[in-house]
């Protein structure tokens, strides 16, 4: 089994995003301050460290105080701090300024980062401490020995679409390890496989997720201060959904901005990337925006159930952290101190497990007490039912999250949560006005402020080899025609936010579903949305993907 | 045991290429890969060995130490031992000293010193960020090894390397001994992607850094002192397209031949706001002028030949060289070589086209070009007139045997010009004025920039783009002389085999060189792009170099081949025309094809982004317009496109 084209390792974390790297971070630092010496791999699938990293950060910076030295975190790249923070809301014509700040939103003191760069950064420290860090490797499963998880097996490359072997072909390595985290960011594929073989959420809500879309723009001068923080709730969508938009001024006249909508969305046809350039029309943000010009463009899911959708998060050898186990606090939109808290508890853990030299679950169950003492717990335990009653639109749920704010997160009816794609519902259900009617007007782009899917993807540098099997497996192609395009209008080609899936009509008028892999910026929406699941989200070859600079 | 060398450059990614100040390439602030057909070359280096077993796979490359990165890529990719040839003086090198100095590591790694050893380079067939071709065929001239150039399948048998050569319009299979240089082009096997114990092999691993004095390399002969040419100037080229003339009318018939009439009034331009050129500078008077040319004198070109004609872009040659002639004294003579079997009668045809003399070289192993002894047929021509300029058309041939003929007489060369005259140099540090020096331009930089390079030494070495200039009108009046010469071979010139040499209608390699593109999207799946194809028939018919190409989404669904397809992740054409039928224009197609001569839209919807890229724009749709274009193509409407020969 262990062969030539395989390697041995103390630890294997899959993903370099900021809780991989935090738990790289964390145990090398306890290891070498024993002396100790314990091989420490990081894997990552986009080409480089960061390639796959998005994120709209205002970061609460004690996570990162406590996991690096002092001068290590005076050496992180900030890109500036809030000035001044708004949340406003929009009404189709006008918006007004709220005059306070909803609970948890409060940003004054916090920093706005580019994730990416941080996680570059942080994947320098980690070299730095002896920690091998591999990015442009995917894995593709996990290797099992007596039904317990004993290494991870890199994607073979050089495979054609029909799987046959092609002559440049690369069987994929093969990588033991005592102990493997998955740190593979927001519905992480491995992690999603390893939840359903254990069934780590038989206790636990179904995750819930919203999408991000994310822009980056260089603005006319003036338009927007180095500082400024703006979040907006309200219009395009009129408290049906739950969602809103971001805007952060940063230095040289940089604007990143982006527009979240949860996917417990009704409407069969709503598009979140129409959704924001609808937003980007409305006249608050388009007067930042004007005359200035889009420089990149990205999309990624961001689980936000909070605490009652955190599964079981360790079996034998194996733990999860940050955003695979769903770590994020949807009132205050921030993830990324969990992602590092949870690296911690992670590297605590695996220490101890290294010391007694036993990876079982018994041993390993000590990550979910460290959890439970953390700052995770303190924080996402008080607003456990937050993101539950906002699914029933924002103006209810605003309302029975008040309660729980004066109660300690007390529902008096606990709501039930289901996944995400069973929320959508049928052509035949929807009553409400469907999506291009409720926007008729605002869905033509002009390609200087609005861009369609085709042009934003260009603005997301993704790549994919052509000669590979498709990522995205669609589980029984009769079964996906005669439920999502029959039923539901094949919702997936409006939510996917890259013009990865179509709906091809021939000269007979039948239709069909045509995948655009090559498209795909790795957010994952379709794993979660489609109806009847029936798309799976696989990993492609490492390396392709989006390529997000400083997103 | 073979040992297999792999000659690799990095290249900034082409879309955030930048230049410096002194008009040499700012490696600095861009992200790098490897350039694309170097890791084809990586590639074919691994498939060698797995053909032959066993071998050694070494990997070379000259630049910074940030080319460590991709060396130690290639070592994730499979190679055992890479070296870099790292010094700040060979800052400047030109082609000519960049091919000599990777010679001579070569060398000093222990190769290269006789004919009966056993090793195979394999280099890419041009980078991104020059785009010479030149340094593989002049590391094979250094080295004193057969070559074989624009190799896109390599096999291994009876002890020789038989590759497969792309030439215009076909292929030709070749029979090499080792030791032997290719170059392959990023058409071949896909470079494999590293593996990850590969990976962490080359994490381990140590590049071995060379310097120059280390490979015993004399300062004078690298950098700009060892470079026979210099980047003299510099100029962005503006690619923006004035607004399109849409074609007027309702109902087909009128809007093709509106179409018709505003192509022959011709297209909008764009008011350009652009700074006047600064006046000529003038080299002040107490600057002594040097004459460089110590006697040489006359334009050598070389007249190619394929199924036995003379090749167009060879006929086209003879424009610019009798411009120059024109520039330079009175008396200045155009010479053209022509080397091949009972050619005699085509020498009139060189004559016809202007050339003043024809120097014929008959020899029936010479049938078929074949770079060894044509490169020593040039040099002893060379050394014989003494010409000042020597010209070859930029095709698969005149690309290798440029740089192999300039190694041996030690001359610098210009790749793909699209510019050739006579001007004068100022060198204000050592106050002189060249005069007369050939000045070569060439778009580079992924066609953004024009870069005009100089030569300080004859002959002035260049190949001109096949297309840019027109065929000299034939006159039978003009006359010339015709002169025979016998050249000395050695056996070793024809250690190379050719085994087979195919010309067909060429297929696919024709996108690159058709003057027509009709080019089918989305818009016309109805009848799976057949009118798309009919249109470019009822072109071919009408002898135009035309042929048909696709977007994306019709190769996604299975119309269309990907060798067909135009736009970012396939290919980027530049024909005299391209006809964009049914294309909306997304960022992606644009990126293979906004630089052709002439754009021409069919779209049913006006705000379609294709039409502001376009020239000339007919709104309506596919099926009514294309039948109709067809009936005006079979009457003789070509798109303004003369017919070819």
């Known amino acids: 089994m262990k062969s030539e084209n395989s390697l041995l390792t103390d630890v294997l974390i899959i993903g370099a995003g900021p809780s991989g790297l935090s738990t790289a971070i964390s145990l090398a630092d306890k290891v070498n301050k024993n002396g100790e010496k314990k091989r420490i791999v990081v894997l990552d699938k986009g080409q480089e460290v960061g390639s796959h990293i998005l994120s709209g950060t205002l970061v609460k910076e004690q996570a990162l105080k406590e996991l690096l030295s002092k001068e290590e975190f005076e050496n992180l790249p900030i890109e500036t701090d809030v000035i001044s923070d708004h949340t406003v809301r929009l009404t189709p014509e006008g918006f007004s300024t709220l005059p ?74 093969k990588v033991f390890a005592k102990l493997i985290i998955l740190a593979e960011g927001s519905r992480g ?36 201060k180095e500082g400024e923080v703006y979040h907006t709730f309200g219009y395009p969508l009129e408290g049906e959904e739950f969602g809103g938009g971001f805007i952060y001024g940063l230095g040289d006249n940089r604007v990143e901005l982006g527009f979240a909508i949860g996917l417990d969305y009704k409407d069969p046809t709503l598009d979140p990337h129409a959704l924001m350039q609808i937003w980007k029309q409305h006249p608050f943000v388009k007067n930042i925006l004007e005359g200035g010009t889009l420089t990149q463009y990205g999309a990624k899911t961001i689980p936000e159930g909070g605490w009652n959708s955190i599964s079981k998060l360790y079996i034998d050898n194996l733990l999860i952290v940050g955003d695979s186990a769903g770590f994020v606090a949807m009132p205050a939109l921030k993830g990324v101190h969990f992602s590092v808290t949870s690296g911690m508890c992670a590297a605590r853990c695996a220490y101890e ?41 924002l103006f209810v749920g605003g309302f029975k999250f008040g309660i729980q704010l004066i109660t300690n997160g007390f529902c008096l009816l606990t709501p039930h949560m289901k996944r995400d794609s069973l929320y959508t519902q049928k052509l035949s259900n929807f009553k409400n006005k469907p999506f291009k009617e409720r926007f008729a007007g605002k869905l033509e ?5 609005t861009f369609d899917k085709d042009s934003s993807v260009f603005y997301s540098g993704t790549h994919h080899d052509e000669e590979q099997p498709t990522h995205l497996v669609v589980k029984n192609i009769e079964e996906f025609s005669r439920i999502n395009i029959n039923e539901y209008g094949m919702p997936c080609q409006y939510f996917c936010p890259a013009a990865v899936y179509e709906e091809h009509i021939d000269k007979e008028s039948n239709h069909s579903l045509k995948i655009h892999a090559e498209n795909c910026v790795h957010c994952k929406t379709c794993d979660i949305k489609t109806p009847n699941d029936a798309i799976t989200w696989n990993t492609p070859y490492g390396g392709d993907g989006p390529q997000y600079q400083n997103m | 045991m073979t040992t297999i060398i792999s000659l690799m450059k990095q290249v900034p990614l082409p879309s955030q290429m930048r230049m410096g100040e002194d008009g040499l390439m700012d490696r600095t602030k861009a992200k790098s890969i490897i350039n694309i057909d170097c890791s084809f070359a990586l590639e074919a280096g691994l498939q060698l060995k797995s053909i032959l077993g066993e071998a050694k796979l070494i990997v070379c490359s000259m630049g910074p130490p940030s080319f460590e990165q991709s060396l130690k890529k290639a070592i994730s990719m499979g190679y055992d031992e890479a070296y870099l040839l790292s010094d700040r003086k060979l800052g400047g090198s030109d082609t000519f000293a960049t091919g000599l100095a990777i010679s001579t590591m070569i060398k000093h790694l222990g190769f290269g ?102 490979i015993n390399l004399s300062d004078e002969k690298i950098g700009l002192s060892g470079s026979p040419t210099i980047v003299a100037k510099v100029i962005n080229i503006k690619s923006e397209r004035a607004p399109v003339i849409f074609s007027k009318g309702h109902d087909s018939e009128t809007l093709v031949e509106n179409l018709i009439k505003d192509m022959k009034t011709g297209k909008n331009t764009l008011e350009r706001v652009e700074k006047k050129v600064s006046k000529a500078k003038v080299a002040p008077e107490d600057y002594k002028k040097v004459d460089f040319r110590d006697g040489a004198s006359g334009i050598l070109t070389w007249a190619e030949l394929a199924n036995g004609k003379i090749t167009r872009p060879s006929l086209e040659l003879l424009t610019p060289a009798k411009n120059l002639a024109t ?34 070289v008959d020899d029936e192993r010479l049938e078929e070009y074949r770079i060894l002894p044509f490169s020593s047929i040039f040099a002893e021509v060379i050394q014989k007139y003494n010409p000042e300029i020597a010209l070859f058309a930029a095709t698969t041939a005149g690309r290798e045997l440029a740089p192999r003929t300039a190694v041996l007489t030690q001359s610098g060369v210009t790749a793909d010009c699209t510019g050739l005259e006579i001007g004068e140099h100022i060198d204000r540090k050592n106050k002189k004025v060249f005069y007369p020096i050939l000045e070569s331009r060439r778009p580079t930089y992924g066609e953004s920039k024009l870069a005009t390079i100089l030569g300080f030494h004859c002959p002035q070495i260049s190949t001109a783009r096949a297309g840019t200039f027109e065929v000299p009108k034939r006159d039978e009046s003009l006359k010339g002389k015709i002169t025979t010469f016998k050249p000395k071979f050695k056996d070793d010139d024809f250690i190379t085999e050719i085994v087979k040499t195919v010309r067909g209608d060429g297929g696919l390699a024709n996108l690159f060189e058709a003057d027509v593109i009709v080019s089918g999207g989305r818009g016309t799946i109805n009848d799976e792009m057949q009118l798309v194809k009919d249109l470019a028939q009822a ?93 005006q193509v079979k009457e003789g409407f070509t798109f303004g496109i003369q017919k070819g020969n």
């Not at chain 1, 700040?101 to 980690?126: E, F, Q, R, W």
């Not at chain 1, 041993?363 to 937050?386: A, C, G, Q």
């Not at chain 1, 782009?445 to 402020?449: A, E, I, N």
């Not at chain 2, 081949?561 to 049914?582: L, N, S």
Request: glycine share 8%; aromatic share 8%.
């Open chain 2, 113 to 214: 010193k006789g004919l009966n050893e056993d090793f195979i380079i394999v280099a890419g067939r041009q980078t991104s960020d020059g785009d010479t071709a030149h340094v593989p065929s002049q590391v094979a001239a250094n080295l004193g090894i057969p070559q074989a150039t624009f190799i896109e399948d390599v096999q291994f048998q009876d002890n020789h390397v038989i590759a497969r050569r792309i030439i215009e319009g076909g292929y030709q299979i070749l029979k090499l001994p080792k030791p032997c240089t290719l170059s392959l082009t990023p058409t071949g096997i896909p470079p494999r992607r590293p593996s990850l114990v590969g990976a962490v092999k080359a994490n381990q691993a140590k590049i071995n850094v060379l310097s120059v004095a280390d």
């Open chain 1, 189 to 224: 594929s491995l992690a999603k496989k390893v939840k359903n073989k254990f069934a780590l959420r038989a206790k636990s809500n179904p995750q819930s997720y919203s999408i991000g879309i994310k822009e980056i723009w260089t603005a006319k001068e003036g338009n927007i």
């Open chain 1, 100 to 173: 306070f700040h909803p609970p948890y939103m409060d940003n004054t003191g916090n920093k706005i980062i580019s994730l990416s760069k941080v996680c570059k950064y942080l994947a320098d420290v980690a070299i730095q401490k002896g920690v091998e860090i591999y990015a442009g490797f995917a894995v593709s499963n996990l290797i099992y020995e007596n039904g317990k998880v004993v290494g991870a097996k890199c994607i073979d490359t050089g495979v054609n679409k029909k799987g046959e072997k092609q002559k440049n072909f690369q069987g994929g390595s």
């Open chain 1, 353 to 393: 497990a290294f010391k007694a030299d036993d990876f079982g679950e018994a041993t390993l169950s000590n990550y979910k007490k460290l959890i439970d003492n953390s700052r995770i717990k303190k924080e996402l335990y008080p607003v456990r039912n937050f993101r539950a009653v906002m699914s029933e639109g």
């Open chain 1, 445 to 449: 782009f002009d390609k200087k402020l």
């Open chain 2, 539 to 631: 072109l071919k018919d009408q002898g135009i170099n035309a042929e048909y190409a696709s977007s994306r989404p019709m190769v996604d669904i299975g119309i269309s081949e990907y060798a067909r397809q135009v736009g970012q992740t396939g290919k980027t054409v530049r024909p005299k025309v391209y006809v964009a039928i049914g294309i909306s224009g997304a960022i992606q197609h644009l990126a293979g094809m906004k630089e052709s001569e002439t754009i021409v839209a069919i779209n049913t919807h006006p705000q379609e982004s294709i039409f502001a890229n376009s020239d000339f724009g007919i709104i309506g749709d596919y099926n009514d317009i294309v039948p109709e274009l067809i009936r």
């Open chain 2, 327 to 360: 520039s330079l004294e009175e008396g200045t003579k155009v010479r053209t070589l022509l080397i091949g079997h009972n050619v005699k009668d085509l020498a009139n045809e060189l004559i016809y086209h202007g050339s003043d003399e024809v120097i014929i």
